[in-house]
C-alpha cells in the first residue's frame, strides 16, 4: 500500500490552525453565531456527500430535537478536490478519504442504500434496498453523475487504457497519475479537454495540464512533449479578473488553446481522439487526433431519480436534469419542502465543495426558517471558489460571485490575487482538505 505522501494533520492540529489563523473564513458566517431552533419534524437527506453530510451537521447544531435520516450507499468518503492532487503526485491514495461513518455526524440516523425514487406529493423516498421513507422535510443533495456512457470508445473501467485518462474518479486519479509520469518524461503528443455539459470543477482540467507541463520541465524533457487544451467553452475561463493571468500563462508554457471543442469519441486502440469545433460562423468541423497522453471528462449530469421524479429544470439544460431551485434559498420551486443544494442542483455557479461551504449555512437556516412556518429569508451570492494549480508551488486561487465578480476571501483580499501565489497553494495542500473533513463536515465552517 503506497504511503501517505503528506503529513496528516489531525483534529486538534486543526483546531489550533483555526484558532491562529485568520484565514478561517468562518468568521462573519451564521455559523460563527449561535443559533437554536425547536423546531421539531422529520428531515430525509439523500446523499451524504460535501453537500449532504454539512447540511445534517449544520442541523443537529442548530435544532434542538434534531430528526434526521441520511440515506448513502457509500462506506468511504471521498475528499474529490484531492483526486487532482493524486493525479499530480502530491498525495498518496490514501490521503483523500474518511471512512463515511466517521464522516456522519452523532444522533443522524444512517441508511446506507441508494435512493431510486422520490414522490414528492406522498412525501416518500424509495431505496434499491426496497425501504420506504416518509418525510416532513426533503434535503436533496446526491452530487451528479459521470455520464461515461455518453462518450463513445471508453468506459470508467478502461480508464488509462491506450493512454486514455481521467481523474474525476478516484481509480481514474491513481492511473491518471501512472499516465502523467510516462508522459512527461518519454515525450509525444499530450491532449487536455473537459466536456460539454456543466461539471465539477472546472479547474481539475486545467490543473492536471498545467502540472503535466511543469513537471516534465523538471524531468528536462519539456522538449519531448506537445500540448493542446480543448474546451468546449467560449474560453478558458469565464471570471475577468484571472482570465489574462490564465491565458498569459498558457501562452509562456505554449500550451496552444482550442475554444469551443468537445471529444466526440475515442479508439484507445489507435490512440486516437475525434474532436468536434464549432466554427465562429455556427458551423461545426470534426478532427481526428493522434495522442501519446489524453486527459478527458466524460459528459455530467443528475441522477437519473431526480428528472424521472420530476424535481428537475426541464427548461434550462432537460438533458443535464439539475434540480430546480431558487438560485438565492435552494428551496425548489415547485415543492417547499424541498431543498437543494451542491452538484446537483442548478444554481448557476461553480460546482465546488468551496461553494458548498457557503451554501450550507444558508441552506439549512432557510430550512429551519421554513419548518418554523417563517418564510426563508437568508440569500446566497452564488460565491464559489477554484484553486487552479498552475505549478507544483504555485495557485491561482479564483474566488467569486453568480455576476463573476472576484470575491476574495480575508485575509487573501490583503494581496494581489489576479495572480498565482505560493500562499494559496499552502492553503491547497495543506489547509483546505482538514478544513473539510474537521471543519466544514463539523458544520463549524
Ligand atoms: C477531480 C475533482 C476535482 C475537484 N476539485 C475541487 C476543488 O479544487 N475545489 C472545490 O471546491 N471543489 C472541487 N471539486 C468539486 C467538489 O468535490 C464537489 O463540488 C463536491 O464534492 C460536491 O458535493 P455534493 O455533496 O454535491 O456531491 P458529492 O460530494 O459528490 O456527494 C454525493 C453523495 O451522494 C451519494 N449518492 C449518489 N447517488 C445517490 C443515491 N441515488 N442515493 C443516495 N445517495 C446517493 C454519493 O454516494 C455521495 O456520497 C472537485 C471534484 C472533482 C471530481
Known sequence: MEKSKIKKMDRRDFVKLLAASAA???????AARAFSSDAKAK???IGGGAAGVSMAARLMRWLSSPNITLIDPSDKHFY???FTLIAGGIYGKDDVYME?????????KWIKDSVVEVDPQKRLVSTAGGEKIYYDFLVLTPGLELKWDKIEGISAKEIGVGDAYCLYDYEGAIKTWQGVQKFASQGGRGIFTDTYTKHKCGGAPKK???LTEHLSRKNGAREKLDFKFCTASKELYDVPFFTPR???IYEQRNIPISLNTRVLSIDTAAKKVRLQTKNADGSKS??????????????MGSP??????GLADTEKLPDEGWVDVDKKTFIHKKYPNIISLGDVSNLPTSKTSAAIRKQVPIAAKNLISIMEGKTPSLEYDGYAACPIITDYGHVLMCEFDYDKKEKISFPLSLMDMSTESRLAWFMKVYLLKPMYFYGMLNGIV
Not at 24 to 30: E, F, K, L, Q, R
Not at 100 to 108: A, F, L, M
Not at 304 to 309: A, G, I, K, L, T
Open 246 to 248: 490564465l491565458l498569459e
Open 208 to 210: 492536471i495540464c498545467l
Open 43 to 45: 428531515i430525509v437527506v
Open 100 to 108: 463515511q461513518k466517521d464522516c456522519i455526524p452523532n444522533g443522524v
Open 286 to 299: 470534426v478532427s481526428t487526433e493522434s495522442y501519446d497522453f489524453l486527459h478527458f471528462l466524460p459528459p
Open 24 to 30: 478561517a473564513t468562518a468568521v462573519g458566517t451564521p
Open 80 to 82: 474529490q478536490p484531492g
Open 304 to 309: 437519473n431519480f431526480v428528472s424521472e421524479c
